[in-house]
């Protein structure tokens, strides 16, 4: 697999993974395939999740505790900006995503037509996603649109790009899932230049075991709602 070297340069992955050692190689390989920079967070796994992202070619980084995928996205931020990343992309550890949509995330950026790129399932996949898990992300949006004052198609998608710049001011306090309402917030307080881009989202049995229930959707608006009053 290849992409042509100018969405390549200065481009940064980075994974926040809690036990996925049955799954990381394969999300990594074909990203160093590519010629991208990674660095995997293992948020505290109790797995070899961090030896086979190692195996992959990957940097790893590694939490004593399990903090969350927002705190470990954080650490990867850090790790990646101060090894002079140019753009940062955040990939998801499970294998719903493509590494042969990052192209499409980070040339927007390059050219400077956004500082921030989202990807969309909603865009061109829509058909692809289940009925449960449309609902939950369609509230999502809706939240996100009342909160953060911006329109999304899709607010909780993993796949984003970041210009340094752009990745310089986020700074996530909320470590847990509600960190992806966090990010847009964060984003649309910058007044930085936002788009969307279509990708794919590959649902497999296995991450859709590891997806959000509605219970656990409505303690992730809880803590966002918690932090926007106190902070």
Known sequence: ?????????????????????????????????????????DDGSRDATAARAREAGAAVLRHALNRGQGAALQSGLTYALNRGAQVVVTFDADGQHSASDVPRLVRPV???????????RFLEHAAGVPVARRTLLRLAVVFTGVMSGIRLTDAHNGLRALSRRAAQQ?????????????????????????????????????????GQRAGAAARIAWDYLLNKLFS
């Open 170 to 210: 986020l700074d996530l306090q909320l470590d847990r899932m509600a960190h992806a309402s966090e990010i847009v917030d964060q984003i649309v307080r910058t007044g930085l230049p936002i788009l969307e881009v279509p990708v794919e989202v590959r649902y497999t049995p296995y991450s859709l075991g590891k």
């Open 110 to 120: 390059a050219e400077g037509r956004a500082d921030v790129v989202l990807g969309s």
């Open 1 to 41: 697999m290849t992409v042509q070297p100018e969405v390549c340069g200065g481009v940064w992955i980075v994974i926040a993974a809690y036990n996925e050692g049955a799954v990381i190689g394969d999300v990594v390989r074909p990203l160093v395939d590519s010629g991208y920079d990674v660095v995997v967070v």
